[in-house]
Each structure stands twice: as C-alpha cells, then as structure tokens.
C-alpha cells in the first residue's frame, strides 16, 4: 500500500505560479511511476503529468501544460513536485497525486492505483 499526501495548492492570479508537492508513505518499491491529475469544477478527472519512480526519469505531459508545468521528483525523500507556472483560470481544479505500478497509458485513470485527496488550486483572472 502506498499512502499520497498532497500539498501546496492556494489562490493565485492569472500568470502567477504555484508549486504542489506529493509525499508518498509505505511500501514505494513497487512504484513504477507517480504523477498528477486535476478535476476542475464539473469535468471529470485528466491527465497533467507523470514521471518514471525507480529507472531513469522519463517525464509525460498533457498538451494543456506542456511548456507551462514541469514535474519533478525526489526518491529519496519520496516525493514528486509539480511546479506550474503561468497559470490560467482554466487550470483551476482540484489536484491529485497518483502512483502506478506497471508502464502503459498514463491518461487512464483505471491504471493508477493510488491516489491522494487532492489539493485546490485556484486561479483568479
């Protein structure tokens, strides 16, 4: 099992940044890879961004950040950072930090196994 405690989340301007952080707890040597979705308001759960855990860093975005979010992570302290910057309203939504044991679609919510509570981040225009 794999506990995931996200943090960081607030109220920013348009074009500001904000920096979420996800610390992971228990038994992380299965980890494949760990990553980060958001729900805004209404829609349903997507896809942001992951990172490889255990061999090498391999990173993955969606369209909608690339350029803007960078992802990152620290094994040792087991932890993953999202960093996002020139943020927009439509960026608003509830972030969730997610672990996945085995490669495959990233976008799919089904191959996550755990999963945080998620943390609000709001941005005002």
């Known amino acids: 099992q794999v506990q995931l405690v996200e943090s960081g989340g607030g109220l920013v301007q348009t074009g500001g940044s904000l920096s979420l952080s996800c610390a992971a707890s228990?038994?992380?040597?299965?980890?494949?890879?760990m990553g980060w979705f958001r729900q805004a308001p209404g829609k349903g759960r997507e896809f942001v961004s992951g990172?490889?855990?255990?061999?090498?860093?391999?990173?993955y975005y969606a369209d909608a950040v690339r350029g803007r979010f960078t992802i990152s992570r620290d094994t040792a302290k087991n932890m993953i950072y999202l960093q996002m910057n020139s943020l927009k309203p439509e960026d608003t939504a509830v972030y969730y930090c997610?672990?996945?044991?085995?490669?495959?679609?990233?976008?799919?919510?089904?191959?996550?196994?755990?999963w945080g509570q998620g943390t609000l981040v709001t941005v005002s225009s």
């Open positions: 228990g038994d992380t040597s299965s980890t494949y890879a």
């Open positions: 997610a672990a996945r044991l085995n490669p495959g679609t990233y976008r799919r919510l089904d191959e996550w196994a755990y």
């Open positions: 990172i490889t855990w255990s061999s090498g860093i391999t990173e």
